[in-house]
């Protein structure tokens, strides 16, 4: 256990329903990244955060992805309209400064 | 555009076995490597790299950089079957801290 804690663990939906996860990160990093990552792929960056600030979000996949951190602390990312190739693990990770990432448990989504 | 690029994909091996897995890497602005492990969960992390030539290490595991020739390698000694697992190398760039992913070598360790 990292100290970043991810929910749900997993999400199963219709294909056009909505869905939002939550990450919490380690209390004193300020800085949140979140990861997709389908089977047999490394992880691919989406976005990231540094404190509240949303300092990159051009690799979000499609306008369908957004991503908020409103305090500074948990961060959303919701995807709409959900789609079939969305199924896919979602990794969120955080760290401070300069140290190294450390990644939550991820939220494994099925839409059928 | 930033690459990396891990071999082998995968890898199957008898338990006791030594095993070296490669990364390589083009990308701009280079900041560190890293070294993750991956079984059915999130990534856990394994070392980081930002100076050539020194050996970091851990337990059977070791690693060690080359920003010369741009890349890394993994070693593994006396192999046992907790160490199967997806070995993910990630390179950090400097200019927004993103890690750029390599696609994982599967190793399998028969006992």
């Known amino acids: 256990d990292t100290g970043v804690s991810q929910d749900p663990r997993h999400k199963i939906t219709k294909r056009g329903q909505n869905v939002t996860f939550r990450c919490d990160p380690i209390?004193?990093?300020?800085?949140l990244y979140w990861y997709r990552q389908t089977l047999g792929q490394g992880p691919e960056f989406l976005t990231y955060?540094?404190?509240?600030?949303?300092?990159?979000k051009s690799r979000l996949l499609s306008d369908r992805f957004s991503a908020e951190r409103p305090k500074g602390s948990f961060s959303t990312l919701e995807i709409q309209r959900t789609e079939q190739g969305d199924s896919a693990m979602y990794l969120c990770?955080?760290?401070?400064?300069?140290?190294?990432?450390?990644f939550g448990p991820g939220t494994r989504l099925l839409v059928l | 555009e930033d690459k990396v690029v891990q071999s082998p994909l995968s890898l199957v091996v008898h338990e006791g076995d030594t095993v070296t897995l490669n990364c390589s890497y083009e990308?701009?602005?280079?900041?560190?490597l890293l070294w993750y492990k991956q079984e059915k969960k999130a990534p856990t992390f394994l070392f980081m790299l930002?100076?050539s030539g020194i050996e970091k290490k851990s337990g059977r595991l070791s690693s060690i950089l080359d920003k010369k020739e741009l890349f890394s390698i993994l070693n593994i000694t006396a192999t046992q079957t907790g160490d199967s697992a997806v070995y993910l190398c990630?390179?950090?760039?400097?200019?927004?801290?993103?890690?750029?992913w390599g696609a994982g070598t599967k190793l399998i360790i028969k006992p």
């Open positions: 990770a955080s760290r401070e400064g300069g140290e190294t990432q450390y």
């Open positions: 209390s004193e990093h300020n800085r």
């Open positions: 955060f540094q404190n509240e600030a949303q300092l990159e």
């Open positions: 990308v701009t602005n280079f900041r560190s």
């Open positions: 930002t100076s």
């Open positions: 990630a390179v950090e760039a400097d200019s927004n801290y993103q890690l750029i």
